[in-house]
Nanobody, 124 residues
Framework: EVQVVESGGGLVQAGGSLRLSCVASGLAFAKLAVGWSRQVPGDERDAVSCIDDDNRSTYYDDDVKGRFTVSRDNAKNTIYLQMNNLRPNDTAVYYC?????????????????WGRGTQVTVAS
């Protein structure tokens, strides 16, 4: 059974930092692209960042470039999203996703597996 579980969300003041983690099991993690998307109520889910299977290619949405860093630890089947200098408009539910490809603007595509999300709230 495939499981994708996020953790690390919470409430933070503007300018603060959070690190999200995501553990994926039941799949060939090292051979897959991984990433993060976010969604606010009433809006579509948007790709935030992703990284391909060999760690050579990454994508960042323009709004988070320079503030967020995505990384992966294949030995632990874990994905991280380090979020610095957080802003109120970063408030959203953040979803971890594992799939075949990491593509600019689209994020992770190809038989994706999604976590249930973790809430990030940035207070002004």
């Amino acid at each position: 059974e495939v499981q994708v579980v996020e953790s690390g969300g919470g409430l933070v003041q503007a300018g603060g930092s959070l690190r999200l983690s995501c553990v994926a099991s039941g799949l060939a993690f090292a051979k897959l692209a991984v990433g993060w998307s976010r969604q606010v109520p009433g809006d579509e889910r948007d790709a935030v960042s992703c990284i391909d299977d060999d760690n050579r290619s990454t994508y960042y949405d323009d709004d988070v470039k320079g503030r967020f860093t995505v990384s992966r630890d294949n030995a632990k089947n874990t994905i991280y999203l380090q979020m610095n200098n957080l802003r109120p408009n970063d408030t959203a539910v953040y979803y971890c996703v594992v799939g075949d490809l990491c593509l600019p603007y689209l994020g992770v595509l190809g038989s994706p597996y999604w976590g249930r999300g973790t809430q990030v709230t940035v207070a002004s």
